[in-house]
């Protein structure tokens, strides 16, 4: 069985750094692309970026290009979001998905790390 | 990027059949066979139930399809059913200024 399993939830501040991650299992984690999406309050979904494991080949959505990083661990399956400067605006749910690539669709989602940022 | 856009809400009853549009540009739904949909309940993450427009994952009921005409996609769901009841998402691959995906504000289906 597919999954993903994401770090908890994290409360903190504005311009505190912040590091997320997600565990694959069940698939072969080079295989396949992980992406990030955000998921305001509001219940909007923006696109972030995506990593292939294998050869960390990232790519990131013109509206989070330098805003975070992207990275992976294939050592132990595990994909990574960050922050270096945190805003409050950043306070949303964040999910990890596998993909074939991003014209095939986001078949595995993880449950979501919120994240709370306080001004 | 504007995300794509979709109706705020559709509900229908028991047995009928709905369809939620998918509005966007020659630039991504109109450009590409690309279309996804996804079906979200609250508090859960969003699950695939269609891609490449039309297919569905594995497991997925056949009372969900998809359609495209030029920028418009669309998804069918006949034979509602109470557990249908949920927000769905469409999304769509796009080369605009970037490789990317733009996803569409969502519709909130009630089954009455």
């Known amino acids: 069985e597919v999954q993903l399993v994401q770090s908890g939830a994290e409360v903190k501040k504005s311009g505190e750094s912040l590091k997320i991650s997600c565990k694959a299992s069940?698939?072969?984690?080079?295989?396949?692309?992980i992406g990030w999406v955000r998921q305001l309050p509001g219940k909007d979904l923006e696109y972030m970026g995506i990593i292939y494991p294998d050869d960390s080949d990232t790519t990131y959505s013109l509206s989070f290009q330098g805003q975070v990083t992207i990275s992976a661990d294939r050592s132990i399956s595990t994909a990574y979001l960050q922050w270096s400067s945190l805003k409050a605006s950043d306070s949303a749910t964040y999910y990890c998905?596998?993909?074939?690539?991003?014209?095939?669709?986001?078949?595995?989602w993880g449950p979501g790390t919120t994240v709370i940022v306080s001004s | 990027q504007s995300a794509l856009t979709q109706p705020a809400s559709v509900s229908g009853s028991p047995g009928q059949s709905i369809t939620i549009s998918c509005t966007g540009t020659?630039?991504?739904?109109?450009?590409?066979?690309?279309v996804s949909w996804y079906q979200q309940y609250p508090g859960k993450a969003p699950k695939l139930i269609l891609y490449?427009?039309?297919d569905r994952p594995s497991g997925i009921s056949n009372r969900f399809s998809g359609s495209k005409s030029g920028n418009t996609a669309s998804l069918t769901i006949s034979g509602l059913q109470a557990e249908d009841e949920g927000d769905y998402y469409c999304s769509s691959f796009t080369k605009t200024t970037s490789l990317g995906v733009l996803f569409g504000g969502g519709t909130t289906l009630t089954v009455l």
């Open positions: 490449d427009v039309t």
């Open positions: 069940g698939y072969s984690f080079t295989n396949y692309w």
């Open positions: 020659s630039s991504d739904v109109g450009g590409y066979n690309y």
């Open positions: 998905v596998r993909t074939a690539g991003l014209s095939k669709g986001m078949d595995a």
